[in-house]
């Protein structure tokens, strides 16, 4: 087997290499003081094994491993490094081993024993699933996942952080994203390397998630930047855009097939998890949410269907209790029942919430119509 070393320490580097050179069973085709060195001879050269030093300047041993990756994920990394701290991070990575310096021969041995017994490990490609099974990706309300084959499955994250760095991939979808813009989002209060180093790691849960599920989910790496590609995958807000119309409804079977995008909409976008990030978009989608159902609300109305109508502004009052346009159409389906105690009391209602919560009155215009209507 073919292994290379890299350690920014000389002679760390230089001790490794004769434990290794005594012992025999490795061919030492390489050794660097920085990780960046490692990585070049990586793109000419093919390596089985690699000893990496966690704790480098400029890189260190754990980004170093997420470009190893891009490169071959074939290449099995032994970390080494001088802090404990890092051993359960090295395995949480998927690391071969990791040795703590100084590193003696026993431990060593031990070491290459386990990279004998394991051989090659296999590629990333998992083959295509024959199952004639859908897999679908809900964000509105919570994130979840859904698999027909097994209804009742659950996502089971290995962290919050885990679960909200995928949700971020998901939002920005296809896009690259800076490994530092995606630390500053998610793990602000941290300091830089600690911060890396979570990520790197979350990563690895997600990848290993993803691949658990067999689905077609990718999170690729590259020049310093992730982003998140998947195939033949349903994504409820894909759907809802896709869907979604705002003009004026023309026809019972245009009703219908807006019903049907209008029911992708389970809550307000990822708003169980109160990501500071998703918010801009949470309001846009709201704000699309409503005017699509309004729309089909004045058709309601004015087919002389109050009854529906008025099921479903008061549905959409749950959502933006302070519309007027909302609760006027709300009032109207009142009248047309001729249930004008309850328009009063439905306008009353509405009075109040505006005056405790905003401090405001409704306009004149609409109180004007109110009272004409009463």
């Not at 962290?159 to 971020?168: G, P, R």
């Not at 349903?234 to 896709?242: I, L």
């Not at 008061?314 to 001729?338: F, N, T």
Request: glycine content about 6%; overall charge negative; hydrophobic content about 40%.
């Amino acid at each position: 087997m073919k292994a290379i070393l890299i350690d920014d320490e000389k002679p760390a580097l230089q001790h490794l290499e004769r434990l290794l050179v005594k012992d025999g069973r490795l061919e030492i085709r390489g050794k660097y003081t920085s990780a960046r060195l490692g990585l070049q001879h990586l793109q000419q050269e093919k390596a089985d094994i690699v000893f990496l030093d966690i704790g480098m300047p400029e890189m260190n041993g754990l980004e170093a491993a997420e470009h190893i990756g891009t490169l071959d994920r074939n290449i099995r990394i032994v970390y080494i490094t001088a802090y404990t701290e890092y051993a359960i991070e090295a395995f949480e990575l998927n690391a071969v081993d990791y040795l703590l310096k100084p590193v003696t021969a026993q431990r060593l041995s031990k070491t290459l024993e386990r990279l004998e017994s394991r051989g090659k490990q296999p590629g990333q490609e998992s083959g295509t699933s024959a199952d004639p099974r859908s897999l679908s990706i809900l964000c509105f309300k919570r994130l979840e996942f859904l698999d027909s084959g097994e209804p009742g499955r659950k996502l089971q994250w290995r962290t919050s952080k885990a679960q909200e760095v995928f949700a971020l991939l998901l939002h920005n979808r296809g896009q690259w994203m800076l490994k530092d813009t995606i630390v500053d989002l998610v793990w602000p209060d941290f300091k830089p390397e600690k911060a890396v180093t979570n990520l790197h790691t979350t990563v690895y849960h997600i990848r290993k998630l993803l691949k658990t599920w067999d689905m077609g989910v990718l999170v690729e790496f590259s020049q310093e930047r992730y982003r998140l590609t998947y195939e033949n995958i349903s994504f409820d807000v894909e759907d809802f855009v896709r869907g979604w119309r705002g003009t004026p409804v023309e026809s019972d079977q245009e009703l219908a097939g807006r019903e049907a995008v209008l029911s992708l909409y389970q809550g307000d976008y990822l708003a169980e998890h109160h990501y500071d990030w998703a918010e801009p978009r949470r309001k846009e989608l709201q704000a699309a949410y409503l005017q699509m159902a309004l729309r089909s609300a004045e058709y309601e109305l004015n087919l002389s269907r109050p009854r529906e109508a008025q099921a479903r502004l008061l549905s959409l009052q749950k959502v933006d209790p302070y519309s007027e346009e909302i609760c006027r159409l709300a009032l109207r389906s009142y009248a047309d029942l001729g249930d004008f105690i309850g328009c009063r009391n439905h306008y009353d209602t509405y009075k109040a919430l505006l005056h405790s919560e905003l401090g405001i009155h409704p306009g004149s215009v609409m109180d004007s119509w109110v009272q004409k209507v009463l």
